[in-house]
Nanobody
Framework: VQLQASGGGLVQAGGSLRLSCAAS????????LAWFRQVPEKEREFVAS???????SYADSVKGRFTVSRDNAKNTVYLQMISLKPEDTAVYYC????????????????WGQGTQVTVSS
């Protein structure tokens, strides 16, 4: 199983980025998917999830600015980020779980390698 995250980069505050996470070795239709982020010396925190039943959830800090979506045909999950703020700067990780996981970090079995997002002020 492999999750390949991409799309990170350097952007000015107010800008946009779209992260992608391509899965191989699993079929995302049957998985809960989520994005988390982490800054140095802090715990990895929940950003957004798309569970197999269709429910989508967001952390309060990103509601209205981030959108998670999945393309089952491409076996890929996306995170569209707009109105980015310097506090969004982090390494972003995608994750997949074959069981019900939603925003529970400890329940995710598979993780991508992370992609750096840096938002300058």
């Amino acid at each position: 199983v492999q999750l390949q995250a991409s799309g990170g980069g350097l952007v000015q505050a107010g800008g946009s980025l779209r992260l992608s996470c391509a899965a191989s070795g699993l079929t995302i239709n049957w998985y809960d998917l989520a994005w988390f982020r982490q800054v140095p010396e802090k715990e990895r925190e929940f950003v957004a999830s798309s569970v197999r039943g269709g429910t989508i959830s967001y952390a309060d800090s990103v509601k209205g600015r981030f959108t998670v979506s999945r393309d089952n045909a491409k076996n890929t999950v996306y995170l569209q980020m707009i109105s980015l703020k310097p506090e969004d700067t982090a390494v972003y990780y995608c994750a997949a779980s074959p069981s019900v996981a939603a925003g529970a970090r400890s329940l995710y079995d598979y993780w991508g390698q992370g992609t750096q997002v840096t938002v300058s002020s």
